[in-house]
T-cell receptor
Framework: DAGVIQSPRHEVTEMGQEVTLRCKPISGHDYLFWYRQTMMRGLELLIYFNNNVPIDDSGMPEDRFSAKMPNASFSTLKIQPSEPRDSAVYFC??????????FGPGTRLTVL | AQKITQTQPGMFVQEKEAVTLDCTYDTSDQSYGLFWYKQPSSGEMIFLIYQGSYDEQNATEGRYSLNFQKARKSANLVISASQLGDSAMYFCAMTPRSNDYKLSFGAGTTVTVRA
């Protein structure tokens, strides 16, 4: 079975540019999570969805970040405009209810 | 709010030996789940093992076992018969079951297995 799929795997962009990260959860999972990992702050939850509806976005750093889930098989995390401090690894994870969250391979974002 | 503490930033273990990674947590929830994830140098997050707060038996998955001591609020991971491929960062994580499903992670422990 396919796991969580994320694209791109690596993204290098310049400050001020828009960045869009994509995620396809495991089929049948009803929860989708976006995490960010940095050396300074470790793993942080940014936002999560249940049945495509955002439930908690309290971890989203600021208005430059937005996330959508238009259907059960696709979600995006957008940063506009991007800043160097946004450089991190962004993980998408999915789960069925309260079961184990399975993570995608991550997107390594570098903002110059 | 939940807090996960992993006090060992790094550990060395000899191949074929067992290693215990410490994890303590703080929560006021009665129902919660505890997880361990492995992050090798390639970067992916790999689920290893799960323990529910009401599970009476310690969880085991192959060479991984979870030493769950509820009264002490600890959930230590034991890796038996270490292999070179076990060298990675290991994260303890927790989610409440009562009202939300957010995972809170510890800072992680780096394990290096020596031949």
């Amino acid at each position: 079975d396919a796991g969580v799929i994320q694209s791109p795997r690596h993204e290098v962009t310049e400050m001020g540019q828009e960045v869009t990260l994509r995620c396809k959860p495991i089929s049948g999972h009803d929860y989708l999570f976006w995490y960010r990992q940095t050396m300074m702050r470790g793993l942080e939850l940014l936002i999560y969805f249940n049945n495509n509806v955002p439930i908690d976005d309290s971890g989203m750093p600021e208005d430059r970040f937005s996330a959508k889930m238009p259907n059960a098989s696709f979600s995006t995390l957008k940063i506009q405009p991007s800043e160097p401090r946004d450089s991190a690894v962004y993980f998408c994870a999915s789960s069925y209810g309260t079961d184990t969250q399975y993570f995608g391979p991550g997107t390594r974002l570098t903002v110059l | 709010a939940q807090k996960i503490t992993q006090t060992q930033p790094g550990m060395f273990v000899q191949e074929k030996e067992a290693v215990t990674l410490d994890c303590t947590y703080d929560t006021s929830d009665q129902s919660y789940g505890l997880f361990w994830y492995k992050q090798p140098s390639s970067g992916e997050m790999i689920f290893l093992i799960y323990q529910g707060s009401y599970d009476e038996q310690n969880a085991t998955e192959g060479r991984y076992s979870l030493n769950f001591q509820k009264a002490r609020k600890s959930a230590n991971l034991v890796i038996s018969a270490s292999q070179l491929g076990d060298s990675a960062m290991y994260f303890c994580a927790m989610t409440p079951r009562s009202n939300d499903y957010k995972l809170s992670f510890g800072a992680g422990t780096t394990v290096t297995v020596r031949a």
